[in-house]
């Protein structure tokens, strides 16, 4: 408990969040990581799992990029990047090995979000997209119109598994002397001073809960079928029972 007080004392400490090597520094960095690596993640893993899904083939590749990508380990990925020529330079505000640390955490975020865009867009009943089609409507309305909307919320809940992924996975960057919060609990355990460990993986876990939480409500937002029900059971109206004499 004392070491716990210590680690509050620590966040608390305004001198803490001061300087280059600060907690203020770090924080950006690790926002910096997880952000970049989200939208690239995004940008990618979307277009291609929804394109994938739409076309209703590569199943087998999307399935395999997935196991690939979770049976790799992300610290192996960043070691070897970290030897190269990416891993040498600082990055503008990401610090050093500020691009291994992205290129790892992209290749990290990627299968969440490809395999949910893909399995979401397939999920979408048949029947419902032939109808469409039968409207008249283009592959393109078909796929804004009908399956995008009834995939949102399992792509959503894909985007939502990749940022708080990313945001954890992102501390491990400073086992390469890379940027993030991790710098802190890794001087920790190195010093035996283990208020820097607490309060690194204080911050560490409150950036996944606020992340978790903001992630849940647009998923929420951005998820049609939840909107249908809530306002179907607000809007329920309950006709009185009569009984035939």
């Known amino acids: 408990m004392n070491e716990v007080g210590e680690a509050i004392t620590f966040l608390l400490d305004p001198g803490s969040w001061s300087g280059t090597d600060g907690l203020g520094r770090q924080l950006t960095e690790q926002v910096l990581l997880t952000v970049t690596a989200l939208l690239v993640v995004v940008l990618v893993g979307l277009s291609l799992g929804l394109w994938l899904g739409h076309r209703g083939r590569g199943g087998t590749f999307a399935i395999n990029v997935s196991n690939v990508g979770r049976a790799v380990p992300v610290f192996a990925v960043l070691a070897l990047l970290s030897l190269g020529p990416v891993g040498t330079g600082v990055l503008g505000p990401y610090g050093r090995a500020g691009l291994a640390t992205l290129i790892a955490l992209v290749l990290f975020g990627l299968p969440p979000v490809i395999t949910n865009a893909y399995v979401g867009v397939r999920e979408v009943d048949p029947e419902v997209v032939e109808a469409a089609r039968g409207t ?110």
Request: hydrophobic share 50%; charged share 10%.
């Open 136 to 245: 008249g409507m283009s592959e393109w309305q078909v796929f804004r119109s009908v399956e995008l909307p009834l995939a949102a919320g399992l792509v959503a809940n894909g985007v939502r598994l990749a940022v708080v992924q990313l945001w954890a996975t992102a501390t491990i960057a400073a086992l390469v002397a890379g940027p993030g919060l991790g710098n802190t609990i890794t001087y920790g355990f190195s010093n035996n001073t283990y208020r820097y460990v607490i309060g690194g993986a204080i911050l560490v876990a409150l950036g996944a809960i606020v992340l978790e939480g903001v992630a849940a409500l647009v998923e929420r937002a951005v998820d049609p079928m939840r909107r249908v029900r809530g306002s179907g059971q607000n809007g329920l109206v309950h006709t009185p029972q009569t009984t035939a004499s």
